[in-house]
């Protein structure tokens, strides 16, 4: 069965104290793997699309990485607007109709 | 550029109402479209898609349906709410032959 599992559920960081999150995944096939951030009350907003183990992708103070069994989200340097929750979600090589199987999150708090 | 809308933002209703959620894209042609739900603390399920006018497929048995009316229209409805369908409705749509799914604003529904 396809799967995804994220850590820590939550965490809490002083500002410019950098940390990482992580995502494990099992499906047959990784066709994609994504990371969302989602703010209290709001939909996810994309971040970040891994395709291949060895990818990484920045944005800002956000890093993405991707291993075969595993990704990491990096948080360098944190900023308090950096507190959200944060997704990953995958879809497998089987679905032919972009089904993601999402992971329960990561909520992040960084505080002044 | 692409928007995705979602109405209404917030919606109480008691037990054995029915329910009727919208959602529209703009900006964009012959999407496939999604219906997630969030429950409280918990990831998101998928619950329909639709690759196209009157194509529905369903993922969770349950007390909901989707319609598909036009290209960019995608409906979530129930005859009689249960207290179980309380949660944090999303709609999704992709572009075809890409992987990334875009989310809506989300509607907020309680079942009292």
């Known amino acids: 069965e396809d799967q995804v599992t994220q850590s820590p559920e939550a965490l809490r960081l002083q500002e410019g104290e950098s940390s990482s999150l992580n995502c494990s995944y099992t499906v047959s096939g990784l066709r994609g793997l994504f990371w969302y951030r989602q703010d209290p009350g709001k939909g996810p907003e994309f971040l970040f699309t891994l395709y291949s183990a060895g990818e990484e992708k920045e944005k800002e103070r956000l890093k993405a990485t991707l291993t075969k069994k595993e990704s990491f989200l990096h948080i360098t340097a944190p900023k308090p607007e950096d507190s959200a929750t944060y997704l990953c979600a995958v879809q497998a090589g089987s679905s032919n109709t972009g089904k993601l199987i999402f992971g329960q999150g990561t909520t992040l708090q960084v505080k002044p | 550029s692409q928007t995705i809308h979602q109405w209404p933002a917030t919606l109480v209703q008691p037990v054995g109402s029915p329910l009727s959620l919208e959602c529209t894209v703009e900006?964009?042609?012959?999407?496939?479209l999604y219906w997630y739900r969030q429950a409280a603390g918990r990831g998101l399920q998928l619950l329909f898609y639709s690759v196209g006018i009157g194509q529905i497929s369903s993922e969770v048995p349950q007390n909901l349906s989707a319609s598909r009316p036009q290209d960019r229209q995608f409906i979530l409805s129930s005859k009689k709410l249960l207290l179980s369908d309380s949660g944090f409705y999303l709609c999704?749509?992709?572009?075809?032959?890409?992987?990334?799914?875009?989310f809506g604003p989300g509607t907020r529904l309680t079942v009292t």
């Open positions: 900006g964009t042609s012959n999407p496939n």
């Open positions: 999704a749509w992709r572009v075809r032959g890409s992987y990334e799914q875009y």
